[in-house]
Protein backbone atom coordinates (compact mmCIF):
# COMPACT_ATOMS: atom_id res chain seq x y z
CA UNK A 1 0.00 0.00 0.00
CA UNK A 2 1.41 3.04 -1.15
CA UNK A 3 1.49 6.93 0.08
CA UNK A 4 1.85 8.42 -3.28
CA UNK A 5 -0.44 10.30 -5.23
CA UNK A 6 -3.98 8.52 -5.62
CA UNK A 7 -4.52 8.47 -9.53
CA UNK A 8 -7.71 9.62 -10.56
CA UNK A 9 -10.60 6.52 -11.59
CA UNK A 10 -11.95 6.44 -15.01
CA UNK A 11 -14.82 4.88 -13.42
CA UNK A 12 -16.06 7.10 -11.26
CA UNK A 13 -19.26 8.79 -10.83
CA UNK A 14 -17.95 11.75 -8.58
CA UNK A 15 -14.17 12.64 -7.92
CA UNK A 16 -12.68 15.54 -6.20
CA UNK A 17 -9.13 15.32 -8.06
CA UNK A 18 -6.26 16.67 -6.47
CA UNK A 19 -8.34 19.58 -4.44
CA UNK A 20 -6.05 22.06 -2.66
CA UNK A 21 -8.21 24.83 -0.75
CA UNK A 22 -9.62 26.04 2.31
CA UNK A 23 -11.72 28.67 4.02
CA UNK A 24 -9.59 31.40 4.44
CA UNK A 25 -5.68 32.11 3.76
CA UNK A 26 -4.60 28.59 4.76
CA UNK A 27 -5.22 25.56 2.95
CA UNK A 28 -6.81 22.46 4.63
CA UNK A 29 -6.59 20.54 1.89
CA UNK A 30 -3.74 19.78 -0.04
CA UNK A 31 -3.43 17.49 -2.81
CA UNK A 32 -6.25 15.65 -1.81
CA UNK A 33 -8.32 13.15 -3.92
CA UNK A 34 -11.35 11.56 -3.31
CA UNK A 35 -14.13 9.17 -5.49
CA UNK A 36 -16.74 7.03 -5.71
CA UNK A 37 -17.72 4.21 -8.13
CA UNK A 38 -21.14 3.95 -9.01
CA UNK A 39 -23.19 1.69 -5.99
CA UNK A 40 -20.48 1.72 -4.22
CA UNK A 41 -19.35 3.13 -0.72
CA UNK A 42 -16.34 4.90 -0.17
CA UNK A 43 -15.43 6.08 3.29
CA UNK A 44 -13.23 9.25 4.69
CA UNK A 45 -11.24 8.06 7.67
CA UNK A 46 -8.54 9.63 9.82
CA UNK A 47 -7.75 11.62 12.85
CA UNK A 48 -9.62 14.63 14.41
CA UNK A 49 -8.48 17.87 12.35
CA UNK A 50 -7.86 15.47 9.33
CA UNK A 51 -9.75 17.43 6.80
CA UNK A 52 -12.32 14.55 6.35
CA UNK A 53 -15.40 17.08 6.68
CA UNK A 54 -13.62 19.71 4.69
CA UNK A 55 -12.74 17.20 1.99
CA UNK A 56 -16.36 16.53 1.38
CA UNK A 57 -17.66 19.90 1.42
CA UNK A 58 -14.92 20.57 -1.42
CA UNK A 59 -16.69 17.87 -3.38
CA UNK A 60 -19.84 19.57 -2.59
CA UNK A 61 -18.92 22.90 -3.48
CA UNK A 62 -18.99 24.87 -0.05
CA UNK A 63 -15.74 26.00 -0.19
CA UNK A 64 -13.58 27.17 -3.38
CA UNK A 65 -10.24 25.36 -4.67
CA UNK A 66 -7.36 26.87 -5.43
CA UNK A 67 -6.14 23.99 -7.49
CA UNK A 68 -7.77 20.58 -8.46
CA UNK A 69 -11.53 19.93 -9.99
CA UNK A 70 -14.93 18.26 -9.22
CA UNK A 71 -16.05 16.12 -11.68
CA UNK A 72 -19.49 14.60 -11.99
CA UNK A 73 -20.40 11.59 -13.86
CA UNK A 74 -17.56 13.00 -16.81
CA UNK A 75 -18.71 16.90 -15.97
CA UNK A 76 -16.16 19.72 -14.61
CA UNK A 77 -18.49 20.89 -11.87
CA UNK A 78 -15.75 22.66 -10.01
CA UNK A 79 -17.47 26.20 -10.46
CA UNK A 80 -21.19 25.28 -10.04
CA UNK A 81 -22.54 25.97 -6.52
CA UNK A 82 -23.94 23.83 -3.93
CA UNK A 83 -27.44 23.92 -5.31
CA UNK A 84 -26.65 23.07 -8.83
CA UNK A 85 -24.45 20.48 -7.62
CA UNK A 86 -27.80 19.02 -6.28
CA UNK A 87 -29.71 19.50 -9.26
CA UNK A 88 -27.15 17.30 -10.85
CA UNK A 89 -27.94 14.63 -9.12
CA UNK A 90 -25.55 15.05 -5.51
CA UNK A 91 -27.18 14.71 -1.82
CA UNK A 92 -25.65 16.11 0.82
CA UNK A 93 -26.79 15.51 4.65
CA UNK A 94 -24.43 17.25 7.01
CA UNK A 95 -23.73 16.28 10.55
CA UNK A 96 -25.53 18.92 12.36
CA UNK A 97 -28.98 20.82 11.77
CA UNK A 98 -30.07 18.46 8.87
CA UNK A 99 -33.48 18.44 9.45
CA UNK A 100 -36.86 20.85 10.27
CA UNK A 101 -37.51 20.60 13.81
CA UNK A 102 -40.91 21.88 13.90
CA UNK A 103 -42.40 20.03 10.55
CA UNK A 104 -43.58 16.62 10.27
CA UNK A 105 -41.89 13.72 9.00
CA UNK A 106 -43.82 14.08 6.16
CA UNK A 107 -43.09 17.51 5.62
CA UNK A 108 -39.17 17.12 6.25
CA UNK A 109 -39.70 14.31 3.53
CA UNK A 110 -41.61 16.66 0.86
CA UNK A 111 -39.01 19.45 1.40
CA UNK A 112 -36.41 17.33 -0.09
CA UNK A 113 -38.46 17.55 -3.11
CA UNK A 114 -38.02 20.83 -3.87
CA UNK A 115 -36.55 20.18 -7.11
CA UNK A 116 -38.95 17.38 -8.64
CA UNK A 117 -41.47 18.62 -11.05
CA UNK A 118 -43.05 15.03 -11.12
CA UNK A 119 -44.97 12.81 -8.99
CA UNK A 120 -42.56 12.00 -6.36
CA UNK A 121 -45.01 9.62 -4.05
CA UNK A 122 -42.90 6.90 -5.54
CA UNK A 123 -40.01 8.05 -4.11
CA UNK A 124 -41.69 8.80 -0.45
CA UNK A 125 -42.75 5.02 -0.64
CA UNK A 126 -39.61 3.68 -1.24
CA UNK A 127 -38.21 5.93 1.47
CA UNK A 128 -40.60 5.07 4.03
CA UNK A 129 -39.94 0.82 3.06
CA UNK A 130 -36.33 1.85 3.80
CA UNK A 131 -36.90 3.36 6.92
CA UNK A 132 -40.26 1.84 8.06
CA UNK A 133 -40.04 3.75 11.55
CA UNK A 134 -40.61 6.99 9.41
CA UNK A 135 -43.73 5.80 8.27
CA UNK A 136 -45.71 4.83 11.24
CA UNK A 137 -44.33 8.71 12.39
CA UNK A 138 -45.00 10.27 9.53
CA UNK A 139 -47.43 12.65 11.01
CA UNK A 140 -44.79 13.36 13.93
CA UNK A 141 -42.62 16.89 14.15
CA UNK A 142 -39.32 15.20 13.38
CA UNK A 143 -37.61 17.39 16.65
CA UNK A 144 -39.72 14.60 18.60
CA UNK A 145 -37.25 11.75 17.20
CA UNK A 146 -34.56 10.06 18.28
CA UNK A 147 -31.24 10.86 17.24
CA UNK A 148 -30.98 7.73 15.29
CA UNK A 149 -34.42 8.53 13.83
CA UNK A 150 -33.34 12.42 12.68
CA UNK A 151 -30.86 10.92 10.80
CA UNK A 152 -33.17 9.10 8.75
CA UNK A 153 -34.80 11.46 8.02
CA UNK A 154 -32.05 13.84 7.05
CA UNK A 155 -31.16 10.39 4.97
CA UNK A 156 -34.23 10.14 3.53
CA UNK A 157 -34.86 13.93 2.33
CA UNK A 158 -32.06 13.54 0.46
CA UNK A 159 -32.54 10.57 -1.31
CA UNK A 160 -36.09 12.69 -1.97
CA UNK A 161 -34.27 14.53 -4.90
CA UNK A 162 -33.43 11.09 -6.55
CA UNK A 163 -29.55 11.78 -6.58
CA UNK A 164 -26.83 9.55 -7.89
CA UNK A 165 -24.57 10.19 -5.27
CA UNK A 166 -25.04 10.80 -1.57
CA UNK A 167 -22.73 12.18 0.67
CA UNK A 168 -23.15 11.72 4.45
CA UNK A 169 -21.12 13.90 6.81
CA UNK A 170 -20.76 11.98 9.86
CA UNK A 171 -24.09 9.82 9.75
CA UNK A 172 -23.57 7.84 13.09
CA UNK A 173 -22.19 10.80 15.30
CA UNK A 174 -23.51 10.40 18.72
CA UNK A 175 -26.09 6.94 18.22
CA UNK A 176 -25.71 3.94 19.95
CA UNK A 177 -24.03 0.65 18.39
CA UNK A 178 -26.95 -0.58 17.18
CA UNK A 179 -28.36 2.03 15.58
CA UNK A 180 -24.95 2.75 13.97
CA UNK A 181 -25.10 -1.03 12.84
CA UNK A 182 -28.92 -0.24 11.67
CA UNK A 183 -27.97 3.15 9.85
CA UNK A 184 -24.80 1.48 7.78
CA UNK A 185 -27.14 -1.52 6.96
CA UNK A 186 -29.73 1.18 5.42
CA UNK A 187 -26.49 2.55 3.74
CA UNK A 188 -25.53 -1.02 2.04
CA UNK A 189 -28.82 -1.36 1.11
CA UNK A 190 -29.47 2.32 -0.62
CA UNK A 191 -26.14 1.81 -2.91
CA UNK A 192 -27.16 -1.63 -3.87
CA UNK A 193 -29.85 0.49 -5.76
CA UNK A 194 -27.30 1.68 -7.36
CA UNK A 195 -26.63 5.12 -5.42
CA UNK A 196 -22.99 5.37 -4.74
CA UNK A 197 -22.47 6.45 -1.53
CA UNK A 198 -19.42 9.05 0.04
CA UNK A 199 -19.25 9.07 3.45
CA UNK A 200 -16.80 10.79 6.01
CA UNK A 201 -17.25 8.75 9.79
CA UNK A 202 -15.46 9.03 12.73
CA UNK A 203 -16.03 5.12 13.66
CA UNK A 204 -13.30 4.28 11.05
CA UNK A 205 -13.50 0.47 11.80
CA UNK A 206 -16.85 -0.13 11.44
CA UNK A 207 -17.24 2.01 8.42
CA UNK A 208 -14.19 0.72 6.62
CA UNK A 209 -15.95 -3.28 7.16
CA UNK A 210 -18.63 -1.61 4.49
CA UNK A 211 -16.69 0.73 2.40
CA UNK A 212 -15.65 -0.72 -1.34
CA UNK A 213 -12.81 2.18 -1.04
CA UNK A 214 -11.41 3.95 2.31
CA UNK A 215 -9.58 6.98 2.15
CA UNK A 216 -7.36 7.81 5.10
CA UNK A 217 -6.85 11.81 5.40
CA UNK A 218 -3.94 13.13 7.81
CA UNK A 219 -3.56 16.77 7.87
CA UNK A 220 -5.92 17.14 4.22
CA UNK A 221 -3.81 14.97 2.41
CA UNK A 222 -3.97 11.24 1.20
CA UNK A 223 -2.34 9.20 3.17
CA UNK A 224 -3.88 5.78 2.32
CA UNK A 225 -6.25 4.30 -0.09
CA UNK A 226 -7.16 1.14 -0.35
CA UNK A 227 -10.62 -1.27 -0.46
CA UNK A 228 -11.93 -1.24 2.88
CA UNK A 229 -10.65 -4.91 4.06
CA UNK A 230 -7.50 -4.20 2.73
CA UNK A 231 -7.15 -0.87 4.94
CA UNK A 232 -8.53 -2.59 8.15
CA UNK A 233 -5.64 -5.62 7.25
CA UNK A 234 -2.88 -3.40 7.29
CA UNK A 235 -0.49 -3.35 10.29
CA UNK A 236 0.13 0.16 9.98
CA UNK A 237 -3.30 1.75 9.65
CA UNK A 238 -4.36 -0.56 12.44
CA UNK A 239 -1.69 0.90 14.55
CA UNK A 240 -1.98 4.64 13.76
CA UNK A 241 -5.80 4.80 12.80
CA UNK A 242 -7.83 2.22 14.56
CA UNK A 243 -6.46 1.62 17.83
CA UNK A 244 -4.40 -1.62 17.08
Do not use: W
Request: charged content about 25%; hydrophobic content about 40%.
Amino acid sequence: MSEHPVLPDPEAVLIGEAMTGGYGAADILHSCTIAVDKGQIAVIVGPNGAGKSTAMKAVFGMLNLRKGQVRLNGEDITALSPQDRVARGMGFVPQVRNIFPSMTVEENLEMGAFIRTDDYRETMAQIYDLFPILKDKRRQAAGELSGGQRQQVAVGRALMTKPSVLMLDEPTAGVSPIVMDELFDRIIEIARTGISILMVEQNARQALEIADKGYVLVQGANRYTDTGQALLADPEVRRSFLGG
